[in-house]
């Protein structure tokens, strides 16, 4: 059984998601980031945290490609020129599509407000519509990023969207944009999302 630590409104959001379409029983903890109990499982205080036995494992791109892995899931297989181009966009995503995203919150709310730059943030609204625009024309005409099948990297790619969303970053690439959309229809991410409902 593994044990999931975050919060729907973190990235523990993609790691419940990718629980859920792998269809595992799984035991959700709410924990805040830099909470107690966070830095009692992660050295850097950070969440996600996925426990899997006694191994506590940090990052929520290492903790799906883990259970992509292990399951023989929504991954090309490790080793194989599929997964090699599928690795390489996942960093892509995270260097370039993700960034602009964590900068402007962290200059929004987590860093300490005297260390705050609000001045960077028209930048990093530019920096993510050049990423925009490379990832649509990553995606081109395909169902999912690395071709016929969905993997972990369509569900980073679709969960930065909503993140984008909500910092109100637009995706003005409309094809991009409902493409995010219908994978997060999904009723997978739906089940992930109502772990944070009351009751
Ligand atoms: N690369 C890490 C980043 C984890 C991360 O920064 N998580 C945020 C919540 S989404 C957090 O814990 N922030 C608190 C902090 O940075 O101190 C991952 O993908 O899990």
């Not at 200059?107 to 930048?123: A, Q, T």
Request: with cysteine; charged share 20%; aromatic share 10%.
């Amino acid at each position: 059984m593994y044990t999931v630590y975050g919060s729907v409104n973190t990235r523990a959001l993609r790691v419940l998601w990718a629980l859920e379409e792998m269809q595992q029983f799984y035991q959700y903890i709410p924990c805040a980031p830099q909470s107690e109990l966070a830095r009692s499982l992660n050295i850097t205080g950070k969440v996600p945290v996925l426990v899997d036995g006694d191994a506590a494992i940090s990052d929520s791109v290492a903790i799906m490609t883990y259970l992509a892995d292990k399951h023989g899931m929504l991954t090309h297989p490790a080793g194989s020129l599929a997964r090699a181009k599928q690795d390489a966009m996942t960093f892509w995503l995270i260097d370039e599509f993700e960034t602009p995203l964590w900068l402007a919150a962290k200059h929004s709310f987590i860093l300490p407000p005297e260390r705050r730059v609000p001045e960077i943030k028209p930048v990093l609204r530019w920096e993510f519509a050049q990423a925009v625009e490379v990832l649509a024309r990553w995606l081109g005409d395909k169902p999912y990023l690395t071709g016929d099948q969905m993997t972990i990297v369509d569900m980073l790619a679709a969960h930065c969207g909503a993140w984008a969303t909500v910092a109100k970053f637009p995706i003005e690439n409309t094809q991009l944009a409902s493409w995010m959309t219908k994978l997060r229809s999904r009723a997978a991410f739906t089940r992930a999302l109502a772990n944070d409902l009351p009751g």
